[in-house]
């Protein structure tokens, strides 16, 4: 059975937006993207959220309304094929047509601006991007128990690559036979991120030298990926012992995201992987016990930093040379990449129902990557984890 968002759910994240907009003086908002969408409708089908700073909001939906109306709940659902076709709507349900319109102008094309811009003349245009991001941020009771319930998917797709894997193997063999076992537990497949170009599959898989290969996507890790069309994540390379292989792949279920990283390997790995992975568990072990609301997140990033530098592997911290990123973790939700980003000099503040990734991770050129992620709630008084896999390496040895 297919899970409905509730409708006093989307009501008052539709709120929130409302008295947000009041402050910034937009009498009027369109959703358009899809993350948007199905955040403050319920589902992603091709359609125009509009949301008066008072009053009711409006569901135009281009196609497909009698579905529509089976997936959202909202009460105001109508067909609308353009935007030129919204104002006379308005006019005719009573409602005043926008002086100062709010978009989402980070992700939203020139060519639909410029068709709103036409369609909507004499009205000045703005951007609720960041405000929308900063909603989302903040999690309800009903999200957070299904992140608790897609953690649960995201354990299980640990175990199943700790028992897959096996010398000679390719990373895309071990990354299918996760896939397959998740898809079977319902994952929805897609993994959206707000990045401009940053497209994601389920994440990455990859192993020695290859995991340490830089890519275009805002990761410190990358892999060489199946295809110079996606030149990231699982390969063709044959997994080998004695080296790393990293799990980072997402758990995705009923529209939400959790993030998580192990470390697996057949047989032992050498010294120097040895000590960074235990670098790496107590710098994460360290920010774990940071998180708490008004925390910044900057903090979170300038400890991980410092810790790094103590242990003399400030110079892999988060990628290496000039590709080094300047994070070490984000908000997660419907998008990979929500607020707030564990990044230096962040002045976001941890607030409780945020839900965090961190991730500390120490990338070593031409041999692979240690590191570790787990997914965090942040609570009234502290956090609470959601990601639960064992941080134990596996030590398979051939049969």
Not at 149 to 171: C, H, I, P, Q, Y
Not at 304 to 309: C, D, E, M, T
Request: proline residues 5%; aromatic residues 8%; glycine residues 8%.
């Amino acid at each position: 059975m297919l899970k409905t968002t509730p409708l006093q759910e989307l009501l008052a994240r539709i709120h929130r937006l409302q008295l947000i907009m009041r402050e910034t003086g937009a009498d009027s908002a369109i959703i358009v993207q899809n993350a948007d969408l199905f955040y403050f409708t319920g589902t992603v089908q091709q359609g125009f959220l509009f949301v008066p700073v008072e009053g009711d909001a409006i569901f135009f939906v281009r196609k497909i309304l009698d579905r529509v109306r089976q997936e959202s709940p909202l009460e105001k659902i109508f067909h609308a094929r353009s935007p030129k076709e919204i104002p006379g709507a308005l006019s005719d349900f009573g409602y005043p047509l926008p002086k100062i319109l709010g978009m989402e102008l980070d992700v939203l094309p020139y060519n639909h601006y410029v068709r709103f811009e036409k369609a909507f003349a004499g009205c000045r245009i703005i951007d609720i991007s960041p405000m929308i991001r900063s909603i989302r941020a903040v999690k309800s009771d009903y999200e957070l128990q299904i992140m608790n319930d897609v953690a649960r998917l995201s354990d299980s797709m640990v175990l199943t690559a700790k028992r897959a894997l096996r010398e000679g193997m390719s990373e895309l063999e071990l990354a299918a036979i996760v896939e397959s076992t998740a898809r079977a537990q319902g994952h929805q497949g897609v993994v959206r991120s707000r990045g401009f170009n940053q497209e994601n599959y389920w994440g990455q898989l990859i192993s020695g030298p290859d995991a340490a290969m830089a890519s275009f996507a805002n990761s410190p890790t990358g892999g060489r990926g199946a295809t110079l069309a996606f030149p990231k994540s699982s390969g063709y390379r044959t997994i080998k012992r004695n080296e790393p292989v990293m799990f980072d792949l997402v758990a995705a279920r009923d529209g939400y995201l959790i993030d998580q990283t192990r470390i697996l390997s057949i047989g032992p790995l050498s010294v120097k992987l040895e000590r960074a992975y235990k670098i790496a568990l107590e710098i994460h072990f360290e920010l774990e016990q940071m998180i708490a609301p008004g925390v910044l997140a900057g903090e979170l990033y300038e400890r991980g930093l410092n810790l790094s530098v103590r242990n003399g592997l400030d110079s892999h911290f988060m990628g290496y040379g000039s590709e080094k990123e300047l994070f070490c973790g984000h908000g997660v939700g419907i998008e990979l990449d929500e607020l707030p980003i564990i990044s230096f000099n962040s002045k976001e503040v941890l607030v409780p129902g945020m839900v965090i990734a961190v991730e500390p991770k120490f990338i070593f050129p031409d041999i692979g990557v240690i590191g570790v992620e787990d997914t965090f709630i942040v609570t009234d008084y502290g956090h609470k984890k959601l990601t639960a896999a064992p941080y134990e390496i596996e030590m398979k040895e051939c049969s």
